[in-house]
C-alpha cells in the first residue's frame, strides 16, 4: 500500500512538472507572437531583385541573432495575404502606394516599415526602336495594377508622348490621357507580363525587377527611365512591410538595419548597374 501510495504521489509530481514546462513553453511562444523577439524571421519576396538581396542580407542579419528564411512569391497578391494570414513575418516586394490601395481595397493590415531600394520604370523598344520612330496607332503596353499604371502614363508623359489632365499625378489611369497625339494604342497587361510582351508590341513599360528577369538593360536598352533623384523615387522606393503592431520587433528592425546597410546599398548599386538603385 505504502508503495502504491509513493509511486501515485511520484506520477503526479511528475505530471505537476511536465504541466510547468508546458506552461513556460506556452508562455514563451506567446511572446514571440506578440512582436517579442523572436530569432527566425521569414519574409515573402518577389525573387528579383528583393529576394537575391536577402539572400546577400542572411549572413549580416545572423550576426545580429538572427535567422532569414526567404519565401519567394511570383505574383503581387499572395506575399500580403500571406502576411495578413501570419504565414510569414514580413514581406519585400511593393511600394507604398500600392499597399494603400491594397489595403483600402482587400480591408489588410499592412505597413511599411523601412525603404531598401527603388525599381525605376524603363520604356522598352519592342517592334519599334525608338520613340521618335513610333507610328500612328503604335501598340503601348503598360502594367495593368493601379499604382504602377499611374507611374508609366507619367514616364509616357515625361517621354513626351502623352499628356495627362491636370492633378492626375499617382492616382492616373488611361481614362486621364487628355492628349494623345500618335493615337497610342496603350494596352495595360500584368506587370510580370511587360517584358514578354516586347515581341508584340512597339513599346512597353518594364519595371526595373522584370527588366532584369528579362536580361534588359537600363543603361542600354531603355528608350527613357525615371530618374533615381525624382520624387518618384521616394514615393515608389520598395520597402519592408509587416503586420500593423509588428512595427518594433526586434527582428523586424534588425533586418531593416541590415538592408538600409552601406554593404547592401554596395551590393544593390554594383549588382544591378541602376537597374535597381538603393534608397540612401
Request: proline content about 3%; glycine content about 6%.
Given at each position: 500500500m505504502k508503495k502504491s501510495f509513493k509511486k501515485i504521489t511520484q506520477i503526479?509530481?511528475?505530471?505537476?512538472?511536465?504541466?510547468?514546462?508546458?506552461?513556460?513553453?506556452?508562455?514563451?511562444?506567446?511572446?514571440?507572437?506578440?512582436?517579442?523577439?523572436?530569432?527566425?524571421?521569414?519574409?515573402?519576396?518577389?525573387?528579383?531583385?528583393?529576394?537575391?538581396?536577402?539572400?546577400?542580407?542572411?549572413?549580416?542579419?545572423?550576426?545580429?541573432g538572427y535567422t532569414l528564411k526567404v519565401?519567394?512569391?511570383?505574383?503581387?497578391?499572395?506575399?500580403n495575404t500571406a502576411l495578413e494570414d501570419k504565414q510569414l513575418d514580413a514581406n519585400y516586394f511593393q511600394t507604398q502606394p500600392y499597399l494603400d490601395k491594397f489595403n483600402e481595397e482587400k480591408?489588410?493590415?499592412?505597413?511599411?516599415v523601412g525603404?531598401?531600394?527603388?525599381?525605376?520604370?524603363?520604356?522598352?523598344?519592342?517592334?519599334?526602336?525608338?520613340?521618335?520612330?513610333?507610328?500612328d496607332g503604335a501598340t503601348v503596353a503598360i502594367p495593368n495594377d493601379p499604382?504602377?499604371?499611374?507611374?508609366?502614363?507619367?514616364?509616357?508623359?515625361?517621354?513626351?508622348?502623352?499628356?495627362?489632365?491636370?492633378?492626375?499625378?499617382i492616382t492616373a489611369t488611361v481614362k486621364d490621357i487628355k492628349?494623345?497625339?500618335?493615337?497610342?494604342?496603350?494596352?495595360?497587361?500584368?506587370?510580370?507580363?511587360?517584358?514578354?510582351?516586347?515581341?508584340?508590341?512597339d513599346i512597353a513599360v518594364v519595371n526595373g525587377n522584370y527588366a532584369v528577369e528579362a536580361n534588359l538593360d537600363v543603361n542600354k536598352d531603355a528608350l527613357h527611365?525615371?530618374?533615381?533623384?525624382?520624387?518618384?523615387?521616394?514615393?515608389?522606393?520598395n520597402m519592408i512591410c509587416v503586420r500593423e503592431g509588428d512595427e518594433n520587433n526586434k527582428a523586424v528592425k534588425a533586418l531593416v538595419k541590415v538592408l538600409q546597410s552601406d554593404d547592401i546599398n554596395k551590393f544593390i548599386d554594383e549588382k544591378y548597374n541602376g537597374a535597381v538603385v538603393a534608397v540612401k
Amino acid at each position: 500500500m505504502k508503495k502504491s501510495f509513493k509511486k501515485i504521489t511520484q506520477i503526479v509530481a511528475l505530471g505537476l512538472v511536465v504541466v510547468g514546462l508546458a506552461a513556460c513553453g506556452a508562455k514563451s511562444d506567446d511572446t514571440a507572437s506578440k512582436g517579442g523577439d523572436n530569432k527566425i524571421i521569414t519574409v515573402g519576396a518577389s525573387a528579383v531583385p528583393h529576394a537575391e538581396i536577402l539572400e546577400q542580407a542572411k549572413d549580416d542579419l545572423k550576426k545580429e541573432g538572427y535567422t532569414l528564411k526567404v519565401k519567394v512569391f511570383n505574383d503581387y497578391i499572395m506575399p500580403n495575404t500571406a502576411l495578413e494570414d501570419k504565414q510569414l513575418d514580413a514581406n519585400y516586394f511593393q511600394t507604398q502606394p500600392y499597399l494603400d490601395k491594397f489595403n483600402e481595397e482587400k480591408g489588410t493590415h499592412i505597413v511599411g516599415v523601412g525603404n531598401v531600394h527603388f525599381e525605376p520604370l524603363g520604356i522598352y523598344p519592342g517592334k519599334t526602336k525608338t520613340l521618335e520612330a513610333l507610328k500612328d496607332g503604335a501598340t503601348v503596353a503598360i502594367p495593368n495594377d493601379p499604382s504602377n499604371e499611374a507611374r508609366a502614363l507619367l514616364l509616357l508623359e515625361d517621354a513626351g508622348l502623352i499628356k495627362l489632365k491636370d492633378g492626375a499625378g499617382i492616382t492616373a489611369t488611361v481614362k486621364d490621357i487628355k492628349d494623345n497625339p500618335k493615337n497610342l494604342n496603350i494596352k495595360e497587361v500584368e506587370a510580370a507580363q511587360t517584358a514578354r510582351s516586347l515581341q508584340d508590341v512597339d513599346i512597353a513599360v518594364v519595371n526595373g525587377n522584370y527588366a532584369v528577369e528579362a536580361n534588359l538593360d537600363v543603361n542600354k536598352d531603355a528608350l527613357h527611365v525615371e530618374s533615381a533623384k525624382s520624387d518618384a523615387a521616394k514615393t515608389y522606393a520598395n520597402m519592408i512591410c509587416v503586420r500593423e503592431g509588428d512595427e518594433n520587433n526586434k527582428a523586424v528592425k534588425a533586418l531593416v538595419k541590415v538592408l538600409q546597410s552601406d554593404d547592401i546599398n554596395k551590393f544593390i548599386d554594383e549588382k544591378y548597374n541602376g537597374a535597381v538603385v538603393a534608397v540612401k
